[in-house]
Every structure is written in structure tokens, then in C-alpha cells.
């Protein structure tokens, strides 16, 4: 079982914590939808996301793989669920995975409180 600190519970439950990435965000490394970036070290994920794409596609805060309720932990699903973003961009695709992710999706995380 992950060990949480009362803070870090906090920080995570509010979504605090994703509030440096959106700095990256407003410095245009990274979008508000698109596949979560994963670290360098994650060699089946970054081997599943570049059989199937995804790796051309700018990283985000949210999306398919996280209102999914996907984390990195099942890299073939989630790179699956990821390349639905490769599809032609639209607005309202954005605006309904911002949705989906205010109201409450989003929550693919291993780590439960």
C-alpha cells in the first residue's frame, strides 16, 4: 500500500498537486487534453504509445486514458484509450473531456485514499 502523507492526501484529493503542470500548460509544453505525460523510465508505456502514435501528440493534463479511469500501471489500455485523442481535433472533444474530468472523472490514479 502507498504511503500518503495527511498533506499529500490533501493536495491530491483537491488536485492541488497538478497546479505546476500548469505552468507547463500556460508555456505551451504541454495542453489541457491530451495523453498523460509518463516518465522516461516507463519503456512498455513510451513502446505501447509509439506502435500506436501517441507520441506525436503533445502531452495533457487530462484525457482518454483518464476519464477511462486508466493509469500507468495497464500501459496497453492506456496507450489504446490515448490514441482516441489522434482522431480530428475538435473544441467540443476538449471541452467534454474537461467536463468529464471536472465532474468527477479523471480519477485513473493507483494510489486510493
Request: glycine share 12%; net charge positive.
Amino acid at each position: 500500500m502507498a504511503q500518503i502523507t495527511k498533506t499529500g492526501r490533501i493536495l491530491r484529493k483537491y488536485k492541488i498537486d497538478e497546479l505546476p503542470q500548469l505552468i507547463n500548460v500556460l508555456n505551451g509544453t504541454m495542453s489541457f487534453v491530451g495523453p498523460r505525460p509518463c516518465l522516461s523510465t516507463q519503456l512498455e508505456l513510451l513502446a505501447e504509445r509509439q506502435a500506436r502514435g501517441v507520441v506525436a501528440l503533445k502531452p495533457g493534463i487530462t484525457g482518454p486514458g483518464q476519464i477511462a479511469g486508466l493509469d500507468m500501471s495497464t500501459p496497453a489500455p492506456l496507450a489504446e484509450a490515448d490514441s482516441l485523442y489522434l482522431k480530428p481535433w475538435s473544441i467540443g472533444t476538449d471541452i467534454g473531456y474537461l467536463w468529464k474530468t471536472f465532474v468527477g472523472g479523471g480519477r485513473g490514479d493507483a494510489v486510493r485514499f
